[in-house]
């Protein structure tokens, strides 16, 4: 499994065999209860004899040196981000996943009838249940060819647009349409559009029709114009697709602190935009297998408190970057678990996508 960290830091020194355990020892303690951790109860876990006075001096090394802090006074301690990329880069054992939950993770992914996004929301939602956190997914943008489009109407001002790509992807979007407009402008906008999208991608079609529509060289009439102006500003998502996001009630529910809840609100609002995106594509891209981001190492949110394991899934044709999976949550996710589930899955997505 090709696993591969955003940044690795040097050894502080004089950290020797003695303090790596200890601090591998602290750091599963918190990823597991979220409190800090004291040398007592390190020393009833640690394999080798140590005394807590003793694990109390490798502790304070380890706070000099920036890897651990005291929350309180006369509290346990709990690791920095500086002491968490540490244990993720050097320290952490990750764990192989057992044959029945590979097994599992492909029966969840498997397209069986859905749709490529609700095959994909079904990803991230499995991910946010793994991981108690919010599960994302940067969907890439279908380049088949297309072969029908259909608008239907749903009432007044609201139509669904169904789109059929060549490889038997369906995909459905709702679209506001102009009050009043009489069901002969869908048909014949539906009529107009197939016309022209034999053998095209959505780009291509988007293109011919926009170019034709602004050339004048259409019977179309204004109303049936604007039809098709919804629903091709629909699919429009540029490079990246689009953004799930799942079990965001979860990152909630798990935070240390409920003072961050505006913090997260406004990072899903950044998650939302197309910038976003593209970043998170750049950063599934920095290097082979899974990325870890601890805190604002990412750039997508400003505060302690969060981290972000993503992976780029890959389409079957050219081995080209297409979209990035993973999960966004506290720093104390269990990261042994989940990022070897976030790579084994990024796997499953991109065979899928063959």
């Not at 244990?87 to 044959?99: M, S």
């Not at 799942?246 to 809840?261: C, E, F, I, M």
């Not at 297998?289 to 400003?302: H, K, M, P, T, Y």
Request: aromatic residues 4%.
């Amino acid at each position: 499994m090709s696993l591969s960290a955003a940044v690795t830091p040097p050894l502080p020194a004089g950290l020797d065999d003695r303090g790596a355990a200890i601090l591998r020892e602290l750091v599963e303690l918190y990823v597991a209860t979220g409190e800090p951790v004291g040398s007592r109860t390190l020393s009833r876990r640690l394999p080798q004899a140590l005394s807590p006075a003793t694990i109390r001096n490798v502790m304070a090394d380890l706070e000099d040196a920036g890897l651990l802090y005291a929350p309180h006074t006369s509290a346990g301690r709990l690791p920095t981000e500086r002491g968490l990329r540490l244990f993720v880069d050097g320290l952490l054992q990750f764990g192989a996943l057992a044959e029945e939950e590979r097994d599992a993770i492909a029966a969840r992914c498997a397209g069986g009838g859905r749709s490529l996004q609700d095959t994909l929301a079904e990803a991230g939602q499995m991910l946010s249940g793994l991981a108690g956190a919010a599960g994302l997914v940067v969907a890439p943008k279908s380049e088949a060819p297309l072969r029908h489009i259909e608008f239907v109407a749903l009432g007044p001002g609201r139509a669904l647009v169904v789109l059929v790509t060549a490889d038997g992807q369906v995909e459905n979007r709702v679209i506001e349409v102009p009050p009043g407009l009489p069901p002969s402008a869908l048909v014949q906008a539906s009529n107009y559009l197939n016309a022209r999208l034999s053998g095209r991608t959505l780009d291509e079609a988007r293109s011919a029709v926009q170019a034709e529509i602004a050339a004048h060289r259409t019977a179309l009439d204004e109303l049936t114009q604007q039809v098709i102006a919804a629903g091709l500003a629909t699919w429009s998502g540029g490079v990246g697709g689009t953004l799930i996001l799942r079990g965001q009630a979860k990152l909630l529910q798990n935070l240390d602190q409920v003072a961050r809840v505006q913090e997260i609100q406004a990072l899903f609002d950044r998650l939302e935009t197309q910038e976003t995106m593209l970043r998170l594509l750049d950063l599934a891209q920095r290097g082979e297998g899974v990325q870890i981001f601890i805190g604002a190492e990412s750039g997508l949110f400003d505060s302690a408190g969060l981290s972000m394991v993503v992976a780029p899934f890959r389409n079957a044709q050219d081995q080209r970057i297409v979209g990035a999976i993973g999960v966004v949550g506290p720093t104390r996710i269990n990261y042994g678990r989940i990022v070897p589930v976030v790579d084994y899955t990024a796997r499953v997505i991109g065979r899928l996508l063959g």
